[in-house]
């Protein structure tokens, strides 16, 4: 199963990894402020969406670390990058093999996290980077998450439905940060 999710998504995710505010050659904290923007706007609509089922896998509070990381004093008066257009909709109508794809993706973007935090801790300190650093290694959740993921989605019905659910969530976060890219930097958007 999990290979099947990997291969519906690596696409996707090659064009994340080279392509979010972090990507960049030289990253400073204006970078983070961007990247987790476009994060929260990806996942708040998303923590929204999967709160209103109840038999859908609970998401942790990603989207507080985030919002701490952007209230921290080193980020003060930092503007808000451009926005990229309204977010997708989330389906009410889908089965909950669904969910689970959407939720692989969120839980799987924590494992970039930790490299992320390894390659900048040094460089964008004093700031903790609360987000990317998560609890530590990322290891063991990501270990849990795959186990419950392994009992709920059974069958090659169940794993087609994940995969589409991954496409989603890559797809709307992938749109997200197009419109940001093509909505220019500050200095054009007149902020
Ligand atoms: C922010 C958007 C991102 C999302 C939604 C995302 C999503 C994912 C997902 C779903 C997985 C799980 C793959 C699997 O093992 O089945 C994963 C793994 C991983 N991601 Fe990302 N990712 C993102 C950004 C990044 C970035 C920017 C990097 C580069 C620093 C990165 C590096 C990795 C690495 C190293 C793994 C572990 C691969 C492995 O252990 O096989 N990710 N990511």
């Known amino acids: 199963m999990l290979a099947a999710l990997r291969e519906a998504t690596a696409q996707r995710h090659a064009e994340l990894d080279a392509g979010t505010p972090l990507a960049a050659a030289e990253v ?10 476009l994060l929260e706007q990806w996942l708040a609509p998303i923590q929204d969406w999967i709160g209103r089922f109840d038999d859908a896998p609970r998401l942790p509070a990603y989207l507080d670390a985030i919002r701490e990381d952007l209230a921290h004093a080193a980020m003060a008066g930092m503007a808000d990058a451009p926005r990229g257009g309204p977010a997708a909709a989330w389906p009410a109508q889908c089965g909950p093999a ?34 990317l650093r998560g609890a530590g290694s990322p290891g063991p959740r990501w270990q849990q998450f795959i186990a419950a993921l392994r009992e709920h989605v059974v ?11 991954a496409r989603h969530a890559f797809d709307s976060l992938i749109a997200l940060n197009r419109a940001r890219s093509a909505a220019g930097p500050l200095s054009q958007a007149g902020q």
């Open 98 to 131: 669904w969910r689970w794809g959407v939720c692989y993706v969120v839980e799987g973007s924590q494992l970039g996290g930790a490299v992320l935090y390894k390659r900048l801790a040094e460089k964008l300190a004093p700031h903790p980077l609360g987000y």
């Open 28 to 37: 400073d904290l204006r970078a983070y402020h961007d990247h987790l923007r």
């Open 155 to 165: 069958g090659a019905r169940d794993i087609a439905e994940a995969c589409e659910g």
